[in-house]
Each structure stands twice: as C-alpha cells, then as structure tokens.
C-alpha cells in the first residue's frame, strides 16, 4: 500500500512538475502571460483530478488523515498487575466495587475469619499466605483447596473447622476482605511477608514455629517460611 501510494503521488508530482515546466516555455512566447498560466493550470488540475480519482477510497482518506493504526492485542492476556500498592484505607474504598469467582470467595471468607480484626497490612499479610501456599506446590494448587484443607486431625485454617457457622455478619468488614482479595489475586505484589507459608498469633507459640525462619511481625500475628 505504502509502495502504491508513493508512487501515486510521485507520478502527481511529475504531472505539475511537467506542467509546469511547460508553462515557463509558453509563457517566454506568448503575448498574454496570464492566459497561457491559466490554460496550463487547468491541464495540470486536470490531471491530478484523474490521478486522484484513480485511487482507492482507502488510500484517499489515508492520504487526508494518515493511515489508520490498529493496536495489537494477545487474545487470552490478562491486564497487567497493579505496579504498586497502598495499605491505605481510602486507596482500597477508592477502587471499583470487587466480585469474583469461587476463588475470590475462599480467599475473601479466609481475610475476613483470620484477621477482620488486624491492620489493613495484617489482612493483606495473610491473603498473601494463602496465595504464597498456592503457588508453592507444597499445597493445593487453588485459593480453596488450600483454606479449605484438613489433617492430621485439624484444618490449616482454623475457621474451617471450629464448629462455628460460616457467617459474615460485619458489612464493613465484607467490603475490605473482598477488596483486598480482589486486589491480590489480580496480581499486586507480595512484599509484606518475605515469602511466608505459615503464621500465628502471637498468644500461642507452635511446635512448629522454632523449625521456620520468621519473616514477618505485623500485628498480633508472626509469620514464617521454610529454611
């Protein structure tokens, strides 16, 4: 297309270039300049006309516009993650209602039962367990299999098992999990606890606890990672 166009307006070029020239030498011989340049200039228009008239309609309005540029998307891509993030409560009011799938419901249920009443970096610390014990391939490989998962005798989340119904009854508090959780599985970064696959309240202190290196302290819970 870009061949065809150059050379479209190459031969326009030469059309008033010739024209032109032919002018300079009717005028050295005329008794009436202004005639001769008004009956040449209506050759040369002519032929441009022609020329244009010839081309496509696309060509025409890239030649008035400029060719039109299409952006290129990967079908399948997801957005690009949150590049910063801000353990700010009017940050996380500020961003759109959240929602989701069955995942986003695990990991909002595990914020809201294990840590609805810590910091705003005490929630995300522990959103952030639960999706490091994802990834890790030492745990299940969902947001649900891993809050929802049992043995020896116990949950590795204590709410799932406790007894108690699963009810969230705190409005305020169901909005922040599910914000928060909408944030972190859309990819935000993970800087809080170092790595962590483990944590506890600092009230109880596990056999377990002196085998992990301690990555993190943030509110009333510690947290951990393998050696």
Known sequence: MRLHTGWVLGAIAAVILNGAA???V???HSNDPTA??????AMILGAERQALDALPEQTLNELAVGPKVTTRTTPGKKPAAPALIRYDENWLAALPAPGGDAEWECLRKAIYFEARGET??????????VLNRKESGQYPATVCGVV???GNGGCQFSYVCDGRKDAMRDPEAID???RIARVMLDGA?????????????RGVKPEWSH?????????????YKPD
Request: no cysteine; hydrophobic share 45%; charged share 15%.
């Open 22 to 24: 032919f002018a300079d």
């Open 120 to 129: 705003l970096k005490g929630q995300f610390a522990v959103a952030e367990v």
């Open 36 to 41: 001769a340049i008004g009956g040449q200039m």
């Open 148 to 150: 929802n998962q049992r």
């Open 176 to 178: 922040r999990a599910g």
């Open 26 to 28: 009717t005028v050295s």
């Open 189 to 201: 970064p993970r800087g809080l606890t170092m790595g962590a696959l483990y944590f506890h309240t």
């Open 211 to 223: 085998k992990f290196d301690r990555t993190a302290t943030i509110g009333a819970h510690l947290f």
